[in-house]
């Protein structure tokens, strides 16, 4: 090796332990860091936690939104979805466009009443002189549990084909052949089969053309403004099903406020108030500024307060109400769950996008600087 060759290899040497050095230098001062990091810990994630109340914090904008949240779930409250006052059966009747009245009676055919005559009587389910115990164990509702006609869901199938045949069908299954006596009143004749009365109905909706599909029509349009006539009367109208396996229980349920009506008020209320928070919650969005998942998530954490805020207040205040004006038609009901619902599922939502933002920023401090 010549002298040349020396200096060279010499050289490289050194320039190499001046990398390791620099190297190692690095490292102790990111240990330096590291630890200096660690050893702030508390310090740290306090501030990272009022980073997070800072971004998340409600601005003038968003209390804005928060005002006009609360506004319109009140205002949904006490216009739109406040308990109905429950009314006789012939002043429902009445506003809901259903015959009560007896007029033409029934010349009768079996399971075949003309079409004039579907229109013009009333339903044959609300018949119930002659039934000698057909319609026994309906409680307080009487036959609006123990003929199956009055059910919401199951009379839209047997209320049509009984209108549709002239008949009544108990909620043991049973039917009967309904008969307009000389004081023109409805009343049992004899025994039909309910499978007959099913049979019949769908021969004239299959198999007996026009004339055939217009009785089912009418019967099914007769039967729905039927049913829409007695869903806001004293007695409503069963749960739907409870009837045909207990009409007993389906009296007692009604007689505790489960019924139809308050059924139908309380899916109101709770689909009005999603409609409103979901509406909100669009418009707010429109209003993000931001780049990142992460941005996105702070901006969704700040609609989910003033969704939760605004349904707290109203849900707040309507219970104040009521318990003022000692008023329950004035309860919302369905509001109050959704409210119950936002604040268990919006406040699990903040939860986790805080603790990804504290632990996630704090993981970066460590690994990145």
Known sequence: MNASDFRKRKNNIIKNLDNTVLELQSGANELQRVAHVLSNTKETLDDLDMAFCKKTGLNEIDVSFLFLAVGLQIARQYLLTKFPKRLGDQEAAKLAGAKSGRNIGRSHRYYNPSLEEIINNPVPFDANIGSNGA??????????????????????????????????????????????????????????????????????????????????????????????????????????????????????????????????????????????????????????????????????????????????????SNLAVVAITEDMKLLDLGGLGVTIYRLITDRKFIKQVKEEFIFGSYEKLITNG
Do not use: C, W
Request: positive net charge.
């Open 135 to 316: 319609l026994k164990g309906g409680g307080f509702m009487g036959h609006r549990v123990t003929a199956i006609g009055h059910d919401p869901i199951l009379g839209l199938i047997f209320g049509t084909a009984n209108i549709a045949t002239s008949t009544l069908t108990t909620a043991t299954l049973e039917s009967y052949h309904i008969y307009t006596n000389l004081n023109n009143r409805d009343y049992f004749k004899s025994n039909a089969r309910t499978d007959l009365v099913l049979k019949y109905t769908f021969d004239k909706l299959l198999n007996e053309g026009m004339e055939g599909r217009v009785k089912v029509a009418t019967s099914l349009v007769k039967e729905i403004v039927h049913l829409k006539s007695d869903l806001n009367t004293k007695n409503s109208l069963p749960l739907p099903g409870v009837s045909l396996i207990n009409p007993g229980l389906a009296s007692d349920l009604a007689k505790y406020g489960f019924d139809m009506a308050n059924v139908v008020t309380v899916g109101k209320q709770a689909s009005y108030s999603i409609m409103i928070n979901s509406i909100i919650a669009m418009i707010h969005r429109l209003f993000f500024v931001g780049d990142s998942d992460m941005d996105l998530k702070l901006h969704e954490v700040k609609t989910r307060k003033i969704l939760s805020y605004s349904n707290l207040i109203a849900s707040t």
